[in-house]
Nanobody, 129 residues
C-alpha cells in the first residue's frame, strides 16, 4: 500500500477552477495507477478520473469529461486534478487512491473503489451557485 495525502480543496464560485494535488513520500508511488473519487453527503463514492502508472492512459467519468484533467509527475510523486468550469454538483469530498495492483498500463473503463487499496484522507471542494 501507498500513503497518500491530498491538498488543494476549497470554496469557489460556479465556473471557476481549482487544482487538487495528491502526494506520497514513497517511491512505490510510481508503480501504481492512480485515481480520483468524490463523495457528496448522502451519496456513494463515485469515480472521477484515473491515470495509468506510466501516465499515458487516462479515463474520465462522463460528468467531468472535458472539464477535468488528471496528470501525474512520478519524479515528484505527485498526482493532480485540474478542475475547470466547476459546477455546484461538483461539490464533494475528493479522494485520491492508488491501485490495488501495480503496473496497470491501460484504463478502458470507469474504475470502482474496490480496484483501489490505498486512500488519502480527502479534501473538501465546495462550489457555490
Amino acid at each position: 500500500q501507498v500513503q497518500l495525502e491530498e491538498s488543494g480543496g476549497g470554496f469557489v464560485q460556479t465556473g471557476n477552477s481549482l487544482t487538487l494535488s495528491c502526494t506520497s513520500s514513497e517511491d512505490s508511488f510510481r508503480n501504481y495507477a492512480l485515481g480520483w473519487f468524490r463523495q457528496a453527503p448522502g451519496k456513494e463514492r463515485e469515480f472521477v478520473a484515473a491515470i495509468a502508472y506510466t501516465g499515458v492512459s487516462t479515463y474520465y467519468a462522463d460528468s467531468v469529461k472535458g472539464r477535468f484533467t488528471i496528470s501525474r509527475d512520478n519524479t515528484q510523486r505527485a498526482l493532480h486534478l485540474q478542475m475547470n468550469s466547476l459546477k455546484p454538483e461538483d461539490t464533494a469530498v475528493y479522494y485520491c487512491a492508488a491501485d490495488r495492483f501495480t503496473a496497470r498500463k491501460i484504463i478502458l473503463r470507469p474504475l470502482s473503489p474496490d480496484d483501489f487499496a490505498s486512500w488519502g484522507q480527502g479534501t473538501q471542494v465546495t462550489v457555490a451557485s
